[in-house]
């Protein structure tokens, strides 16, 4: 992995958050990861809970830019975003939204993946 992913994903900052959205006019949490990653030749499933099943479980104090982080359950995660770094992550909220940054701390991941 490299920083390319993040490169592409803050492109994206402002996009409008779209249930099932899978390219820029809109996106929803696994489709914004989906598309980014596609972008740098990694193909990923289309939905949270399969991408959670991907890679090697990572502490999240152990956290690296890449990382994907999820919320709910391996294999049942209902959301999804991509770590990128000091504390922050990039992520496709929730209807009425649009692709922002989050600090870690004010929505904390339950796990997080690494896919290399």
Not at 72 to 78: D, I, L, N, Q
């Amino acid at each position: 992995m490299n920083n390319k992913i993040i490169q592409e994903a803050v492109k994206y900052l402002g996009v409008p958050y779209v249930w099932g959205g899978t390219t820029p006019e809109g996106f929803d949490c696994s489709g914004l990861v989906q598309y980014v990653y596609a972008k740098n030749g990694i193909k990923l499933p289309r939905v949270s809970q399969d991408q959670s099943k991907l890679g090697k479980d990572v502490p999240l104090n152990e956290l690296q830019p890449n990382d994907l982080l999820f919320w709910g359950g391996v294999g049942t995660a209902h959301h999804v975003a991509i770590y990128i770094g000091d504390g922050y992550f990039i992520q496709a909220p929730q209807p009425g939204d649009k692709v922002r940054i989050t600090k870690i701390s004010d929505y904390k991941p339950d796990f997080a993946r690494r896919l290399s």
